[in-house]
């Protein structure tokens, strides 16, 4: 198996399977004490001009150390984070997990904010700390990054591995090509800027790196908060947060971030929770179209888990699967398939126009669609998404207040794991299958999880049966 799809596969299993009571131990995040300002500890002119001529050593003295604690702000927040791990990890425990009671919880630790002004790029800082000396010199096969990373274009923020990191990757694992390399390296950059306090309130984060298959917008990362801490794509842990420079902010974190697989392979890669959906996409034809990226630009799967499937009557999952129930079965899939308009839970692409709701062409934060509910200061939205079934789509009610997101469609089915990034789009997996509505006196009804027969889930389909093939 590529060294591409082994850490895609650890990263989405993990979000999937409730880790261990003892991960409770390994978790720890922490800032860095701030080192102080450069010109605190010059000399003043005074001093230089009254001892210049016997002094010209001390000051150089005093002018190499001054520059290497500057240059050193990575390895203390390094440092400071390993050795405060144990109290970090009683605090997340104590406050259960609110990113606000955690983040006040720490009035011991100091972060170094703007009034500490940096005076070195994201990239000198990567280049000068010796926890990053790998980072720093995959950085350095690319000019263009270094160039990059140096500049002024943008507020750029780095998940920056650091070197134990690398040291996950196994000894017989093929050297990855020069091109993917590079992917992998922007993969870790988002040209936009996020410190501490914005990661924590943010679901998905933009990366530098742009692919076709995702459609208009660049590839995403993902952030979560559980029992490993505050982690990126759920399995990097970020191990340090808020070293700034000029041009960017730096959180160093423990594992590499791969760039994700399709959606078809994540759901291969995971049989222990889609086991029964890949079996019917595969029985129903489904599954060669949704791994050809070439026929859609980004799109949303909501995936049900082989519980939501457990969930039906054994006499519908028994039709669905049999030779006769195979359309049925199809129709059925393709309700849960959303091509070319990619939801996260707070980023919405759309690579085609939705001309009903107004939307155009383009890349959306959700808040964008929200409306607000004055008294909670709730931002909901309700977008409708057209599904691979002819003339169906799904109502997708998105409710946001700071960081707690919760998505559900047609108003009944919940959306369990949130935003397995993929590379051409997102999987959100539901808490039940999706059942098409029925007319009812000119009016649809959606199915909120009343009893269900066989023929009544046969006439919510029938509609569709003629068109489709097999």
């Known amino acids: ?5 082994i850490l895609p596969f650890v990263a989405l299993s993990t979000g999937f399977v409730i880790p261990d009571d003892q991960v409770i131990s390994q978790i720890a995040i922490e800032s860095h004490r701030s080192v102080g300002s450069i010109l605190d500890k010059l000399p003043s002119k005074a001093q230089v001009v009254d001892k210049l001529e016997n002094s010209f050593e001390r000051v150089g003295d005093t002018v190499d150390k001054v520059v290497k604690c500057s240059k050193h702000t990575f390895d203390a927040a390094i440092e400071h984070a390993a050795h405060a791990g144990n109290d970090i990890s009683k605090k997340l425990q104590q406050t259960g997990f609110d990113a606000g009671s955690w983040l006040d919880s720490h009035t011991d630790l100091n972060t170094q904010g703007h ?14 700390s010796k926890y990053t000396t790998k980072l720093a010199a995959a950085i350095n096969e690319y000019p263009d990054l270094v160039v990059l990373l140096n500049g002024t274009l943008a507020n750029y923020t780095i998940f920056a591995p650091i070197d ?9 694992a093929p050297k990855p090509s020069k091109e993917l390399l590079k992917k992998v390296l922007l993969y870790h950059v988002s040209p936009e800027f996020y410190p501490a306090g914005r990661v924590l309130v943010t679901h998905t984060v933009p990366t530098a790196l742009t692919v076709d298959t995702v459609g208009i917008g660049p590839q995403r990362l993902s952030t979560n908060i559980g029992l490993k801490g505050l982690t990126v794509n759920f399995y990097s ?3 340090a947060i808020n070293i700034f420079g000029t041009n960017g902010v730096i959180h160093a974190i423990d594992s590499l971030l791969v760039p994700p697989p399709n959606v078809a392979d994540i759901i291969s890669f995971l049989p ?7 079996l019917g996409l595969t029985k129903t034809g489904l599954f060669a179209p949704l791994n050809d990226t070439s026929n859609h630009y980004g799109g949303t799967v909501f995936a049900p888990s082989n519980f939501a499937f457990q969930k039906l009557p054994a006499k519908i999952t028994a039709f669905l699967f049999s030779s006769y129930g195979t359309k049925y079965l199809k ?4 309700y849960h398939i959303v091509a070319n308009q990619t939801l996260y839970s707070d980023a919405y692409y759309a690579a085609e126009s939705v001309d009903e709701q107004d939307i155009p062409k383009g890349i959306f934060h959700v808040s964008q669609l929200c409306q607000p509910l004055q008294v ?6 309700q977008i409708d998404l057209p599904t691979l079934l002819e003339e169906k789509s799904l109502a997708v009610d998105v409710a946001r207040y700071g960081r707690l997101i919760e998505i559900k469609v047609n108003a009944f089915a919940r959306v369990d794991v949130q935003d397995g990034i993929a590379a051409d789009g997102v999987i959100q997996v539901v808490s039940d299958v999706l059942i098409p509505p029925k007319r009812i006196d000119r009016m649809e009804q959606h199915w909120q999880g009343e009893d269900l027969t066989v023929e009544d889930l046969k006439e919510r389909l029938e509609p569709f049966i003629e068109n489709v093939e097999l």
């Open 1 to 5: 198996m590529k060294l591409t799809y």
């Open 115 to 128: 009034h500490d002004k940096p005076n070195h790029t994201v990239y000198e800082l990567i280049a000068s």
């Open 164 to 172: 134990s990191a690398f040291e996950k990757i196994p000894d017989d």
């Open 237 to 239: 842990r970020i191990v």
């Open 272 to 278: 222990a929770q889609f086991s029964t959906l890949e």
């Open 331 to 334: 129709a059925l899939l393709q």
């Open 376 to 381: 909670y200061k709730l931002m909901v939205q």
